[in-house]
């Protein structure tokens, strides 16, 4: 029986990694030993990824533990995009952009000043420029992105600032690839999540989820098949402590945000391995903190959107770089509108007016910014810093003080060979110190080589790390991943060699999730008027995170476009009262 199919970089070694999808995603194989050794080959010179091969299928027969030290290296595409367009989160983002693009024409456009071109500032100029506005976007820095930016080094490599994944649970992210016309950017995975063993060096426990199954079976049914991390006893423990935010809803979630991972689990009667198992990794991967740190909320929110749609925990990675591929697709479409982006341009001051509004933003190279609506789309710490002295007592703007970015660091490694006890996607370490981490040399299309491996991993918590050398920080992640790829690296690199490394750090990264964070979160319009504020920090229903970064920005543009009316009849007084002073 021929199957026609193309596959991606795996190793098939022992029981938990033998699944493999193929062109028709109803349809699952495994490769008896007989068949894998003499039909299967790699593609080592392949210039690209996605190649198409005929596999004769003899058996289905799963493969045994016996041949676990039978490994080989597969070449396989990416999966089908799947489809969002019809969950309600998606139409409800659709139809929120849709209303920018089809709303009234201003009589008068709005020339609004944005500071700050990650996300949420790209978010807040784009839609601002679907309105029929003027935005003028002001990046600090040489680079676009903010938290996704990236960078080329001198052998033409890049480096991230951190490693991102896109979900189906993110709709107003996937509605702006649609709008951009760049859905082919996203390389979407097997729906699948998959979490290192420690116990165990080397082999990986999968929570695999059935496409033939709706929401939320196909997430239940994922992990009461998975044996390996829980026990039964433990599952129905943890099901009944969930019970009551299954059945309170929204009111319970936020409710929650009062008490870390840890103490909810204890007070819901929640084994302590539970924690151990699959919140600890969750939690850093989330907000880069440990459970005893994170709030449950958090946890609660996560869950609810990646299990409530059939697709929401499906993961997808960028074709490459993301200020090229995702960034600059935005820049054209806002510059293609009359919006201007201007990079090298740091805010050193808010210049106000008598009255408390801002007459101007004044850069560090003198130059005066003026317009009349203004945007703070920067990380709070950043916001903080320059918040002037006349705003500080305001309730709206005091509240920020809680509100403090978590350090992270980035770390890419490029190895002399290619790593084989890796997967096709996303990967949970389970390690004290590192977060998660992909072989970005199989995940991504530009990043793709044949021959030698390049990981990119999180290394977090990283408050105790940030000040280090980078030297240490290598050093400490290559013990980690020694345990993972045991009979590849060694810490002392007598096996797989570093050829290079970058280290990103990131002192203030996403405002870190600890309890009772939530009610300092400011809504998009501030007390101040023609003061907005854009970010994953600020007032929206998803996490911080890009999601969450992209949400700010419309429901910033949202808020200009609503107070429209009132910016206008303000810029007119002000002309008034400048006419009758003159």
């Known amino acids: ?105 201003p009589n008068i456009p709005l020339k609004v000043v944005i500071a700050g071109a990650g996300l949420a500032g790209l978010s807040t100029a784009k839609y601002l420029a679907d309105a029929g506005h003027k935005p003028i976007l002001l990046e600090a820095r040489d680079v676009l992105g903010g938290k996704i930016a990236a960078w080329k080094d001198n052998d033409g490599d890049w480096y991230e600032t951190g490693l991102h994944i896109f979900f189906g649970a993110y709709p107003n992210m996937q509605n702006l690839f649609g709008e951009l016309g760049i859905n082919d950017r996203l390389q979407w995975k097997e729906h699948s999540m998959i979490f290192a063993m420690p116990n165990k060096p080397g082999e990986f426990s999968r929570f695999d989820f059935p496409e033939i199954l709706p929401a939320p079976l196909n997430g239940i049914f994922a992990i009461l098949r998975n044996n390996e991390m829980l026990t039964w006893p433990e599952k129905v423990r943890f099901a009944i402590g969930l019970l009551p935010a299954m059945l309170g809803g929204q009111a319970y979630v936020e409710a929650q945000d009062g008490l870390t991972v840890k103490e909810w689990m204890r007070r819901q009667g929640v084994p302590d391995r539970v924690n151990d198992e699959v919140f600890i990794a969750m939690s850093k991967a989330l907000n880069f903190i440990n459970p005893d740190e994170l709030s449950m909320q958090c946890i609660l929110i996560a869950l609810n959107r990646f299990l409530q749609e059939k697709h929401g925990s499906k993961m997808a990675f960028l074709d490459g770089n993301p200020p090229e591929r995702l960034c600059m697709p935005v820049v ?39 317009g009349d609506v203004y945007v703070f789309a920067t990380p709070v710490d950043i916001l903080k810093l320059l918040l002037p002295q006349e705003w500080k007592e305001i309730s709206y703007f005091k509240k920020l003080d809680k509100l403090v970015g978590v350090p992270v660091i980035n770390v890419h490694i490029w190895f002399d060979r290619k790593l084989k006890n890796t997967y096709d996607h996303l990967l949970f370490s389970r390690s004290p110190l590192l977060s998660v981490y992909a072989d970005m040399s199989v995940t991504c299309k530009e990043y793709y080589d044949p021959n030698r491996s390049m990981l990119e991993l999180v290394f977090a918590p990283a408050e105790q790390w940030i000040s280090r050398s980078d030297q240490e920080i290598i050093d400490a992640t290559m013990k980690e991943l020694a345990k993972l790829f045991p009979d590849e690296i060694a810490e002392d690199q007598s096996k797989a060699k570093i050829l290079k490394y970058h280290v990103v750090k990131t002192p203030r990264s996403v405002y870190k999730t600890v309890p009772d964070c939530e009610p300092c979160r400011p809504l998009q319009r501030s007390p101040v008027q023609g003061f907005y504020l854009a970010g994953d920090y600020t007032k929206q229903k998803y996490l911080a995170s890009m999601e969450g970064a992209v949400l700010s920005g419309k429901l910033c543009a949202q808020a200009i476009v609503q107070d429209y009316d009132a910016l206008v009849s303000r810029i007119q007084r002000s002309a008034a009262a400048e006419m009758s002073v003159t």
């Open 1 to 105: 029986m021929d199957i026609i199919g193309a596959i991606s970089p795996v190793k098939i070694n022992g029981t938990n990694q033998r699944r493999y999808w193929w062109e028709n995603p109803g349809q699952r194989c495994s490769f008896p030993k007989d068949s894998v050794s003499s039909n299967l080959q790699t593609f080592r010179n392949s210039e690209c990824m996605g190649c198409k091969m005929k596999v004769p299928i003899t058996s289905f027969t799963y493969m045994k533990p016996k041949y676990r030290n039978k490994t080989l290296q597969v070449v396989c595409k990416d999966f089908p995009r799947p489809e969002l367009e019809n969950t309600i989160n998606f139409l409800e983002a659709a139809q929120l952009s849709s209303s920018f693009r089809n709303g009234p024409r």
């Open 332 to 370: 054209d479409h806002i510059q293609s509108l009359g919006g201007e982006v201007r990079l090298n341009s740091r805010i050193q001051k808010i210049e106000l007016n008598p009255d408390g509004t801002v007459k101007h933003f004044l850069l560090s190279s003198g130059d005066i910014i003026c």
